[in-house]
């Protein structure tokens, strides 16, 4: 059986900390005002800031699918009333410094400096909708519609009457055909086609790519809409459109029909994108938060689901982080009320001592652990100083510090060290391996292998790290100092690390040691990095075997005679 050996973990001393209680609010949306309001109703002092120069406005018609905009106007009204709400119109966020419990925030409302406190942050800019009429190369004008211009006109009975009441009318809409699908943009041409046939006057067709409804009763819409007689092209390219005037011919193949199709609607309605708010990207960089490649506050990765960002205390809600209408939204603000009652508490916080212990003699403030940190837990007063309250224990930091001036508690590199050279027997004629295993994965799938009884390699060595990117080149080398035959680092797939970067600054490093060890002769084989997720015990299996049947071909490492010879003498 694989020996397995685990830092000892030391107990933590404790320590009560104050967290200041009021909260941030940035947009003043229906979702920001939402959760500024549950906030309010359960005690905390809250900071509503909006850069346009009112809160509110008209809502989104995909927001008043799952409520009314008479609910939404006393939500209005008492945001406003609230006394524990303050709100500041034309203001915008442009400094943010300090840790969760004691965030120091920098405003400017109409030129005007502004300095708040805070002990957390809650991100609820409103997405934008964009008329997507370029992309399909149209004119805009009274038969090319954008969806909101078309929902306008469904809401305006007058609109409505004159638009439905005249001759009948062929409307054609155009879905996921310049953008991946998205179920709120499909949401929206249901609903309109719907309301569009059941006035006898319009025949609704949707050209559309891939049909998304993966959202709540879009299955039972979808339908519906076809019971209502409205006709669908599933396409797998976007069409040929020509508009001339007031007069457009479509011409597409239909797998289906298996020929060319060609329609002369009388209307052109053009789904729109959700595109992060304008502001996301200056208040993700002022904020120090990562974003998706679309630009949302939220990468899409499961550790920070429902809320969380990268940062500790700052949370993201709404279609902040993704594309969501309100009936989403209202859930993200739930979750976003909990967690912040869960860091804030009463205003108190029992918390680790410390985490990681920092040589005030050793560093020297080249900020390398301030740029590295993934969770903005790093700040300075004339040394470095890691938060307890922000620190992930991620160790990114501690194999990054140029100086060795930090080290985690519970992984200290001596500690670590040690078990690299507590290697096995390093005389048997077995293959030693030595697997540097994230405690959020790969260490995750090799205790569950063993718990399965499954055949690990009996030379196999899995020492446990926080993360990933906690292993350093010394431990990698060291490690084939200590007598292995063969290294791995195995790490969480991309986009599912805890803190979201360990595994990219580990296959760096692993990059590094492999070019060291091809300058001094050795086999680069020998060193594997590789990937993997906690629930994957048979690919852990799997891999260890693979190495171990390579290392067998290869034969003992050369470093591992010198260590034998060592011993010996």
């Keep these: 059986m694989p020996e397995v050996r685990n830092v000892s973990s030391q107990t933590a001393l404790m320590e009560e900390i104050h967290m200041d209680t009021t909260v941030l609010v940035v947009g003043g949306g229906w979702h920001g005002m939402k959760v500024a309001y549950e906030l309010a109703c359960i005690g905390y002092q809250v900071v509503l800031i909006e850069n346009g120069t009112s809160i509110g406005g008209k809502a989104p018609s995909d927001h008043l699918v799952s409520t009314s905009e008479q609910e939404l106007s006393v939500l209005l009204k008492k945001v406003k009333d609230h006394e524990a709400i303050e709100v500041l119109a034309s203001t915008r966020l442009v400094a943010l410094s300090g840790v969760p419990g004691d965030f120091r925030v920098r405003l400017e409302q109409d030129g005007q400096a502004l300095e708040k406190a805070a002990g957390a942050v809650v991100v609820a800019l409103e997405a934008e909708r964009v008329p997507m009429l370029e992309a399909y190369r149209l004119n805009p004008g009274e038969n090319a519609l954008s969806q909101s211009q078309l929902e306008r006109m469904l809401d305006s009975p007058e609109e409505k009457d004159r638009f439905c009441g005249e001759d009948s009318k062929d409307v054609l ?39 998304k409804l993966a959202h709540d009763g879009l299955e039972t819409l979808y339908k519906q809409s076809r019971e209502r007689g409205v006709l669908y092209f599933k396409l797998r390219e976007s069409p040929l459109i020509t508009q001339n005037g007031l007069n457009f011919q479509i011409k597409f193949f239909d797998g289906v029909l298996h020929s060319d199709v060609e329609l002369t609607p009388d209307v052109l309605v053009v789904e729109e994108a959700i595109r992060p708010h304008p502001q996301a990207p200056d208040l993700a960089r002022v904020l120090r938060i990562d974003t998706d490649p679309e630009g949302f506050f939220q990468p899409d990765n499961v550790h920070y689901l429902p809320v969380r960002s990268n940062r500790e205390g700052i949370y993201v809600i709404g279609s902040a982080r993704q594309s969501s209408n309100l009936r989403h939204g209202w859930s993200d603000v739930q979750n976003a009320v909990l967690a912040v009652r869960q860091l804030l508490g009463e205003g108190k916080s029992l918390v680790p001592r410390e985490k990681a212990k920092i040589h005030r003699g050793k560093c020297t403030i080249c900020l ?73 994965s790969a260490y995750e799938a090799g205790q569950m292998a063993r718990l399965f009884g499954s055949s690990l390699p009996e030379g196999l060595q899995m020492i446990k790290v926080p993360c990933a990117g906690k292993v350093d080149v010394d431990y990698i080398l060291k490690a084939f100092q200590a007598g292995a035959d063969g290294v791995l680092v195995l790490a969480c797939h991309k986009d599912n690390c805890k803190s979201q970067q360990g595994n990219t600054f580990a296959e760096w490093r692993v990059e590094d040691a492999t070019r060291m060890l091809a300058e001094v002769g050795l086999e680069t084989e020998r060193l594997r990095f590789i990937t993997l997720a906690s629930n994957m015990p048979v690919e852990f299996v799997r891999i260890t075997r693979e190495i171990e049947d390579k290392l067998r071909e290869m034969g003992p490492s050369p470093m591992k005679k010198q260590a034998l010879a060592k011993t010996a003498s």
Excluded: K
């Design 368 to 440: 390398t652990c301030f740029r590295v940190c993934p969770h903005g837990a790093i700040y300075w007063d004339n040394r470095a100083v890691i938060s307890p309250v922000a620190c992930q224990g991620c160790g990114i930091c501690a194999s990054e510090c140029p100086m060795d001036a930090i080290q985690l508690v519970d992984y200290r590199d001596d500690q670590i060290e040690a078990q690299i050279f507590e290697l096995g027997n390093i005389n048997s004629n077995t293959p030693q391996i030595i697997a540097f295993c994230c405690q959020n």
């Design 173 to 211: 809409f155009l879905v996921g055909l310049q953008q991946e699908g998205n179920p709120l943009v499909m949401e929206r041409a249901l609903r309109s086609a719907i309301e569009l046939q059941d006035t006898g006057g319009c025949q609704a067709t949707i050209l559309v790519g891939n049909v």
